[in-house]
């Protein structure tokens, strides 16, 4: 343990000695954190952070979790919009929306994807045309978690036809608050509805709202899609609740349950392999010698994709660069929830035809059938992930590309989805 | 054997296919799916009297066409093409070969030319709550009185049987020799002490129910001591009759993905022209492809006579099972975003795959039951 | 059964009356069948043939065999050589090579391949060049069934560096009896040598002995290849010689099996799924749930293949266009062969460690473990059919070309493997 | 539990590396798998001196350097990925591990210190004609005469038995209640009446020989009165230890793989532009990685005495078995026809992946056992 180390425990303590208290409001104790610096403790002293290195930050929060303190969520959109604030934008951003994103009063989405630019994002064709001292924006996004609850939205437009694809982009912040926004739910084939469609009708955006410059939009968007991609692999273990009595424990149990609202199915989608012995032993599966091998096929490649990421971990851990098995956990999972899938279906037999309440465990079996081919599509497809691997990992040629030096308006795409 | 569709076949195939298209686009299948009956008697009655299709495999004899099974297929395929909302299987496959192979001639006359007509509906009630589809597996025991017999016991996953007529069951006898026969009733779907539950299936364009019967008073129709046999005959001709549905759905899949594909653009280029979508869409072919030959191929041989129709039976079964399913997944990958969205229409027929390719037994199952025929 | 047909089955059986005996020397009766046009019937008359419709020959053949009359090997490179004198060759072309490839005298072997062309035949760099009176070539070829014993080869050849690819290339036919021809066999993993290299080091070529124009050649050698591949669909039943007792019977089952010895180990390469069945009772190995499974999918595959394949024959029969059905054999095949290797290890289990005379079957187990990856790789691998079958049947487009228009000798490539 | 590779390990492992490159290109590779014997005395010697690769891994007090599996997996995994011809797994891993767990005190100082030295190479005679891996199946039974056990029987597929200086046996032993029990016995590889064939194997790199046993002279070694469970623990730790060389067979094919591709041109490109090249090198690095992974997940189990350790080595060998044959027969594919030519190396690793495949188990072998450890 490095003295710096011992020295950041020791201030923690203290600190939290004097404040923390479990009987106090959760938007106050947040304050607290912003104020104090400890919340965020890697983002700069001047911008509610102390300036530690980022490896400090693990310590910090045991020492939060030793005596039950709250930490600040790390995850979920508004923090996406916070990394892209600090990198890219004004002091004026800074200090309307670090804090608040701090206490979690607001709530943030992003508006990137457009039903004709899933895989690719950079062909947005939502227009934003400066008309008098406003941007009007008008388009369709889609594939928007929270768009209905969101107060600001981080929104990809395009402000220049005649520029090239990427060039033609800028970046806005969006008061969701306003007529020309319009949200609506988008169902999916398992009957939820995590996601949004939004509908931009001359929707407005002061000047002083644009994050980069004019044109730098794609450049910005990286920023906010790179701290996305590290979100998502943290998603699993986010959303638990700090356990705890007191009304604060309760205030972030609520504020918990409310934001994994829309990811409720996520473990169906990865395919449940948790439950895979249990369901084979009480249905009588498992005396089934055929589905003893399809269970030991999947249980063979969900243990390897497991120790895959205890192995990038470990390497990690110890400061090595990071190796090929780090890049394949996404891969790997997609395969595991289509196996599990697989094998669910037969453990069940003729109750995998049923759903919910008539279906085993209460719909849980029926909804990963219904839920996993979202695993090898959410969050870039497999097949965009193995154009990633085999150029970034592998040094293999990157694909011709055909829309990178014309002006947008003459690459073909399709105007609907 | 003859093996390719003749020229009537394939024109009496365009023709329904057209039919099925007008009568049951996507935006009917949605609208009578979310129904609790799953179909309508009216817009059903007016399909089927034009075109004859609950007909077309019952024999002369009995009021219907005398086709085979292999034209009963093309029925099917275009059915699972279309995801057609009515309740054909449970009466003119299932029950209809039920009777035709394990009823005494008195029920045949009795039952089959209303079935062939389209005025009776029957569901076929052979499951039972462990889902085992074997015909061995049944538990369900007939007490015989003095002139019917009682039912009690309760048969599950029994396609269309909330809402049909008749339904046709199938159940133990205890011989005064103590052995157990197995034999065919009738029940009426308003006997007393019958309760008819809609089980919910995700596939809403297959209705399943959950039938309990408790002292239900029953005939027994059997032409035989025991209908073992002409189950199992019922069975693998329903198994050839489902590969085909299935194949029809598969073929449907393929096709709109591949139209999607070419339309869809991103990156400035077709999808369908990144070299990974063209391996995929023709895997998916190949997929397709021979699954429709193992369809085709076992409902000819079933109509020839074929010695070894239960390995071909399980063959187009497992081989269904396996495609449907595997296009449906490619399908959803390939649509991207937009094919897991309630909107789309491609979950539409993922949920049949999912519901096919366990009705009748899976793949797994099939497998060892090819082997069984082969290895004894 | 038309009015034609029977008149021309009349006319075969009061031929063959008066001209077969099975007590002729295979080449004296050869040269009758020749000289009549009944052994190459849909010939022109002008050439050996009789100018019928090649549906007729069918016909004729049966009409052959009722009475036991050997027919002309259909098959073989020395057919594809007279389908591209026939098509593209000229009159002393005709008369010096027809004769003698219908009596089976003169052996034929084609020289399209490259070390650095192996999927890409049009990449071939081996060169013509034109020296005083005669062409000089230089370069190397490979997979070349028969080089060793063959007469005549079937040679494309570079003739121009400057032209496109594909309009620098034209179409020899070379004496292989020359100092500038050297052979060598090439030993496969298998342990056989089907194939050679044959290695050109100023070879020559008379000017008379190009077929098509100067720079048609690669369109010759179109014609070439699909004749190939059309043979390729009808190896399996080739080779089998007819049986009967008499000296032309002992004949052609020489010559037969010293043809078909290069392709003694293609059954082996298709995963002999005949005898999977048998060898699983015999090894015990049906007794294993697992294992059932496991034949059970190969027997799956095995089958739906065949009956696409008659499908497909049944619908040609019919006389209906080809529907996609057609085009799936060879993935079909090459899926079969993979799946038989994997079950006959698992039959096999610690056996399938061993080969020769200690392997099952005498070491034909062994040659399918080692023969199999052949399938998905002679005769164009799975990725060019796949690509061929997708832009072909399913209208998808084309793969963008780097090289089509550009100077050949602009084109990155290899030099050698 | 500790599951990164510390720095003494990387450096070790980058030694090895280069010194197998140098002292075991393909070209020795193939020189001496087409000699009988597979290997040669003084050249192993020599690599074997220098590195203490048969010392590695036993204990110290039997003369030993006493590191752990993990340690000697990274000698494995080297010289699965060089081919290395010598008797290394024979003696360092299978019959050590026998002596070390079934043998008693005696034997362990008699045997142990040899082989850590390397200068005498054993051979595990255990399985037999049956091919059966389990070690319950073993069917030679030794007979008890006054002072020693004697032999009859064959014995199969036996690593390096043609050669080993000691040939180590596991035979059953009547006891005198009429009961079994399993024994390990030392036989010298001159006895009368042993006569060792070598079988002709299709990975020339690994050679199997078949003894004959005909009333042979034995001794009995073992340390307990059944060594089931000493031969289990064997078993175990010899199928990580195979899962292990496995994986850097199969790395090293993978790499060597994406060079060819980077390497060559068709259609005026570079065959890894192509999208299908791509994607087939991506499925093969996951493959290669996750069973990577396992493998190295199973060593340390082993060493940290994991409770589970016996799926988790099953684990291993099913993960390395489909991962190893997949990349082989994806590398033949990728290198199209030349892939499939002797002079090519590609078929050395084939050849190895297939043996490797079945030897001590297939896949679906250890799936099953897995099963049976998870489901008691």
């Known amino acids: 343990m490095s003295m710096n180390e011992e020295q950041v425990r020791n201030e923690v303590r203290e600190w939290l000695k004097e404040n923390w208290s479990p009987n106090l409001d959760l938007v106050e104790w947040r304050l607290k954190l912003a104020d104090s610096g400890w919340g965020m403790a890697n983002w700069p002293a001047e911008w509610y952070g102390r300036d530690l290195p980022v490896s400090l930050v693990p310590a910090i929060e045991e020492e939060f979790n030793k005596i039950g303190a709250l930490t600040i969520p790390k995850s979920g959109i508004r923090m996406l919009a916070a990394a892209t604030i600090l990198n890219h934008g004004s002091d004026m951003h800074k200090e309307k929306f670090l804090k608040r994103i701090i206490t979690g009063e607001d709530v943030w989405c992003q508006l990137f994807s457009e ?54 982009l800028s970046y806005f912040i969006i008061d969701m608050n306003q007529p020309g926004v319009e949200t609506q739910p988008l169902m999916q084939m398992n009957g939820h509805a995590s996601f949004n469609q939004v509908f931009l009708t001359d929707a407005e955006v002061l000047p002083d709202f644009q994050v980069g410059e004019l044109g730098d939009g794609w450049q910005v968007a990286t920023t906010t899609l790179m701290h996305e991609r590290r979100a998502a692999d943290s998603l699993r273990s986010w959303g638990q609740a700090s356990k705890g009595d007191g009304p604060i424990y309760d205030q972030e149990r609520v504020e918990t349950e409310t934001t994994m609202q829309p990811y409720k199915w996520y473990p169906q989608r990865a395919g449940r392999v948790d439950l895979i012995m249990d ?135 399709n105007t609907v989805s | 054997m003859k093996f390719s569709f003749s020229e009537e076949q394939e024109e009496f195939r365009s023709f329904l296919r057209r039919f099925l298209e007008e009568k049951s686009p996507t935006t009917e299948v949605r609208r009578l799916m979310a129904t609790d009956a799953g179909w309508e008697k009216e817009q059903w009655r007016k399909v089927n009297t034009e075109l004859g299709l609950t007909a077309i495999a019952i024999p002369e004899e009995y009021g219907g066409q005398g086709f085979g099974l292999s034209e009963q297929c093309i029925v099917l395929e275009e059915m699972g093409r279309s995801l057609l909302c009515a309740p054909y299987f449970s009466s003119a496959v299932l029950t209809a070969n039920a009777i035709l192979y394990g009823a005494s001639e008195e029920y045949k006359k009795k039952y089959l030319p ?196 239960a390995a071909t039976a399980s063959i187009a079964k497992a081989s269904a099972s396996e495609a449907y399913m595997q296009t449906a997944i490619n399908a959803v990958q390939m649509h991207g975003g937009i094919g897991f969205t309630w909107d789309n229409d491609t979950h539409l027929w993922f949920k049949r795959a999912k519901s096919s390719e366990v009705f009748l037994g899976t793949a797994d199952f099939h497998r060892e039951l090819m082997m069984q025929s082969w290895d004894q």
Not at chain 2, 135 to 142: E, L, N, R, V, Y
Not at chain 2, 239 to 247: A, D, K, Q, R, Y
Request: net charge negative; glycine share 8%.
């Open chain 1, 279 to 413: 369901r084979a032993k009480e249905t009588g599966a498992i005396k089934d010698p055929a589905i003893r091998q399809e269970i030991a096929k999947l249980m063979t490649l969900h243990k390897s994709a497991e120790w895959t990421a205890r192995r990038a971990r470990a390497a990690q851990e110890q400061g090595k660069p990071q190796g090929p098995e780090g890049s394949l956990g996404k891969l790997a999972a997609s395969n595991v929830a289509r196996a599990a899938a697989k094998v669910h279906t037969l453990i069940s037999g003729a109750n995998a035809m049923l759903t919910g309440e008539d279906s085993p465990m209460d719909g849980t079996i029926a909804e990963i059938l219904v839920s996993f081919p979202a695993s090898s599509i959410a969050g870039g497809t497999d097949e965009i992930q193995k154009n990633i691997i085999s150029e970034r990992v592998l040094n293999m040629p990157k694909e011709t590309r055909f829309d990178a030096d014309k002006p947008f308006k003459d690459i073909p795409r």
């Open chain 1, 115 to 168: 039903p004709g630019s899933g895989s690719d994002l950079a062909g947005a064709t939502t227009k934003a045309v400066m008309v008098g001292n406003k941007w009007v924006v008008n388009g369709q996004k889609v594939w928007t978690t929270s768009a209905h609850k969101a107060h600001w939205g981080l929104l990809l437009a395009r402000t220049d036809m005649d520029d090239t694809k990427h060039r033609g």
């Open chain 2, 114 to 309: 209303e079935i062939a007509s389209g005025d009776l509906t029957a569901s076929l009630a052979f499951t039972e709550e462990t889902g085992a589809w074997g015909i061995s597996s049944m538990s369900m025991c007939a007490e015989k009185t003095e002139n019917t017999y009682r039912l009690t016991g309760v048969k599950s996953f029994v396609l269309d049987g909330h809402m049909s007529d008749l339904i046709i069951v199938l159940a133990k006898v205890n011989d005064n020799s103590g052995s157990q026969r197995l034999a065919l009733f009738s029940v009426d779907s308003t006997a007393t002490g019958l309760t008819k539950n809609l089980l919910n299936s995700t596939d809403q364009t297959r209705k399943l129910a959950k039938l309990m019967f408790t002292d239900v008073e029953a005939t027994c129709i059997s032409s035989e001591d025991d209908v073992t046999e002409a189950m199992q005959k019922t069975f693998l001709k329903s198994c050839i009759g489902l590969s085909n549905e299935m194949v029809g759905g598969a073929e449907r899949l393929r096709e709109d993905t591949l139209e999607y594909v070419k339309m869809r653009m991103q990156f400035g280029r077709s999808i369908a022209s990144f070299q990974v979508t063209k391996h995929k869409a023709t895997d998916m072919l190949a997929d397709v492809e021979l699954a429709k030959s193992a369809a085709y191929y076992a409902a000819a041989a079933f109509d020839d006579g074929e010695s070894d129709i």
